[in-house]
């Protein structure tokens, strides 16, 4: 059983920066030996999409819409995951959510793979 909390979310204004954290609790005490953590949202109205995604390999993908603006990255240890988030621009604008898949390397960063999710954290980029 993995439970996952996102931190971060607020406002800021078209062109600046934010920064996400997920933190992931794990019941067995360590992360799985393999496993892929990425970063999904959901805009108001739309479905839910994958933004950028770590894993053990290691590996990062990113979204062709965010890809050169956003960076994924672990944290001091491997139950963190960040997400450096520049060049905001109002289509960013959503709830974002941490996903965790045990046994398993990110692959098209799609809902439906993942198994754990957080409850999401908000962004809202005004032009």
């Known amino acids: 059983q993995v439970q996952l909390v996102e931190s971060g979310g607020g406002s800021a204004q078209a062109g600046g920066s934010l920064r996400l954290s997920c933190v992931a609790s794990?019941?067995?005490?360590?992360?799985?030996?393999?496993?892929?953590m990425a970063w999904f949202r959901q805009a108001p109205g739309k479905e839910r999409e994958g933004v950028a995604g770590?894993?053990?390999?290691?590996?990062?993908r990113y979204s062709d819409s965010v890809r050169g603006r956003f960076t994924v990255s672990q944290g001091y240890t491997d139950t963190i995951l960040h997400l450096q988030m520049n060049d905001l621009n109002a289509d960013d604008t959503g709830t974002y959510y941490c996903?965790?898949?045990?046994?398993?390397?990110?692959?098209?960063?799609?809902?439906?793979?993942?198994?754990?999710w957080g409850e999401g954290t908000l962004v809202t980029i005004s032009s």
């Open positions: 770590f894993d053990t390999l290691p590996s990062k």
């Open positions: 996903a965790l898949r045990p046994d398993y390397y990110c692959n098209e960063l799609r809902p439906a793979d993942m198994n754990y």
């Open positions: 794990v019941a067995s005490g360590r992360m799985p030996t393999r496993y892929c």
